[in-house]
């Protein structure tokens, strides 16, 4: 069959399903090679892509897309068996080595997410969570929406995602080499995750996220980078024994004085700040991504410790009052995940009060033990200060309720007549889903009376709309924001100070051919514009930049305490008198800089 007849075979099978054929979303075309790609496909499959990224795009068009041969399969726990799951794409070359692709406009890479919102019928929890996240100037997986066809078949609106991996453009700490084993390239470009150590033989699957190594502690730790196969000997036990160092801050009666000699503290603030305002179900256990970068001496001997830095964050379809129902009722709009005070403190007075050793909780699903020096962290007063500070910071400005509903309001247009076709390709809405439910389109290629996994009910909320669904994301947003402003003292200002962070958008395309259009300091990888931020050293200002401009002191209302203009480099300034012992944030051609 020729390429016109494919394409023509194609687009009649598309015409025929009755859906819409022009749409406003990039389209993604799989074709599996006729193999089967569900559940049960443990190992990535060959497969090719075509991407197709105009203004409009019409299925009539697939053959005028870009293809590439990829490797996929199925990704998850329970959500693999979900009928519209997600998967992870791996690009290659002809020879079958690994190659960067830009997909829709994003820096390239080798391997993604597609990312299918099923029990999120909001469709939004991802791409809100991570915004939330970047608006704090740190880095969070990028994503962009698109429609998904495998092998002619309509599979309804994707999300592509970036993984959390060591990159460039993404948690960019230094490479660790096989010659990394002494001294200060030792110390840092890992990546690490703690997680449940979950079990899947009894439903036929191979174990998932078994541990690599566990702490002193008992922590589950998952090697994200360099990878099991991939560390040395050395740098594994290098990054367990710096874990065990800041475990050890919490035993024989110690109330981990010391930690932010280990912990990056701002990061941490952040970090648990955006847990909290997403009520996102598995904080703290599940999804915990951090990484370290190295060590640095400068040519004048001043040392520079590469310390724990928190997130990024991940996997959000179970957050924002949508956690696991607690019946099977098919119509129940019950609010789950939900809890009178911060989720961090009731997680941890829950284990506390049960008396678990360690930290440690068994599950139904597995057992995980959740950090102590992170429950000493939050029980320091001191820290507790810096978390209010930074909450009063972000509510004034990047998560103020008119900037979130600015961000929203702009996703529910762009989304409207995506929402209208997926809701038409999965009618799941005003009723309760889950595994195994029942796909009208199944998947080709598969055989259907392979043993499924027993059905979980998932999913806390079911409009009759995804209107509704959506209206419920921000409304519980703005409910979740009200009760910390009361925990924590503060009162939203009318107007927001600040609507946006400055954040590094990477000129890839520009930057892959000359390499100092991107200098970075790997002292700063923690921020998402990592060339713009300032630094308070007692009562002196350290500002450095690579763009320059006005640099300007707000109060937590607007009014400007100081305005200056600076050039690119480090700018050292003392604060101000009238900025001094007052709480402000920092601006740079107004907006937020990084700190």
């Not at 608006?135 to 962009?144: A, E, I, L, N």
């Not at 007549?417 to 389109?441: C, H, I, V």
């Not at 958008?505 to 300032?534: C, V, Y």
Request: proline share 4%; aromatic share 12%; net charge neutral.
């Amino acid at each position: 069959m020729n390429m016109f007849v494919k394409a023509t075979a194609l687009a009649g099978c598309i015409i025929g399903s009755g859906y819409a054929q022009t749409y406003d979303l990039p389209i993604l075309f799989i074709d599996s090679k006729q193999k089967c790609l569900d559940f049960y496909t443990f190992e990535k499959i060959p497969a090719t892509i075509k991407v197709l990224d105009g203004k409009t795009n019409n299925v009539a068009d697939s053959s005028k897309g870009i293809q590439y041969d990829i490797g996929i399969k199925v990704r998850g726990f329970n959500s693999a068996a979900f009928p519209k799951p997600n998967y992870t794409i791996e690009f290659h070359d002809s020879t079958g080595k690994d190659i960067n692709v830009s997909l829709l406009g994003l820096p390239p890479s080798d391997d993604w997410v597609l990312h299918g919102p099923y029990l999120d019928k909001s469709m939004i929890r991802n791409s809100f969570a991570h915004w939330l996240f970047r608006q704090t100037g740190r880095y969070s997986p990028r994503t962009k929406f698109f429609d998904l066809y495998i092998n002619g078949v309509y599979r309804g609106v994707y999300e592509l995602t970036e993984r959390i991996k060591r990159g460039k453009y993404r948690v960019n700490v230094s490479k660790l080499k096989k010659t990394d084993i002494e001294g200060e390239e030792l110390t840092g470009g890992y990546i690490w995750e703690f997680d449940y150590i979950i079990d899947r033989h009894g439903a036929g699957l191979p174990s998932y996220n078994p541990a690599d190594f566990q702490t002193s502690d008992g922590v589950n730790v998952v090697l994200r980078y360099p990878k099991k196969e991939k560390i040395t000997k050395e740098q594994e036990e290098y990054l367990k024994n710096y874990l065990n160092n800041l475990e050890a801050l919490v035993k024989d009666g110690k109330n981990g004085n010391g930690y932010e000699n280990y912990v990056d503290v701002a990061s941490t603030v952040d970090y648990i700040l955006h847990q909290e305002l997403t009520n996102h179900a598995d904080a703290y256990v599940y999804n915990f991504f951090m990484y370290k970068p190295k060590d640095r001496t400068d040519e004048h001997g001043n040392k520079t410790v590469g310390k724990t830095t928190l997130g990024p964050p991940w996997d959000f379809e179970l957050a924002f009052k949508n956690s696991f129902k607690p019946d099977s009722g098919n119509n129940d709009k019950k609010d789950t995940n939900s809890t009178i005070g911060f989720d961090f403190r009731s997680t941890s007075s829950w284990i506390i009060e049960n008396n678990y050793n360690n930290f440690n909780v068994s599950t139904g699903l597995g057992s995980y033990t959740l950090a102590g020096w992170l429950i000493e962290m939050w029980r320091d007063s001191v820290f507790q200060i810096e978390v209010s500070k930074r909450w009063a910071e972000l509510r004034s400005g990047v998560w103020h309720t008119k900037t979130i509903d600015a961000y929203l309001d702009s996703m529910k247009t762009y989304l409207t007549s995506a929402a209208e076709r997926n809701f038409k390709r999965w009618p799941n809405l005003g009723k309760a889903s889950g595994t195994n439910d029942e796909d009208l389109e199944p998947m080709k290629y598969c055989d259907t009376n392979r043993p499924q996994k027993a059905r979980m009910i998932m999913g806390g909320y079911n409009a009759e709309t995804w209107d509704g669904e959506f209206e419920h994301v921000r409304n519980k947003t703005k409910e979740r924001m009200k009760l910390i402003d009361e925990l924590l003292g503060f009162k939203e200002p009318e107007k927001p100070v600040v609507f946006e962070p400055i954040i590094h958008e990477p000129d890839w395309q520009a930057e892959m051919g000359d390499t100092s259009k991107a200098h970075i300091d790997a002292n700063h990888l923690s921020r998402l514009s990592p060339a713009n931020f300032f630094v308070v050293n007692g009562d002196h200002l350290e500002i450095s930049t690579s763009i320059g401009g006005t640099f300007a002191l707000v109060d937590l209302n607007g009014a400007v305490l100081y305005r200056t203009h600076i050039k690119t480099g480090v700018t050292t300034m003392e604060i101000p008198a009238k900025a001094r012992n007052k709480h402000w944030i920092a601006t740079l051609n107004g907006k937020m800089l990084n700190k």
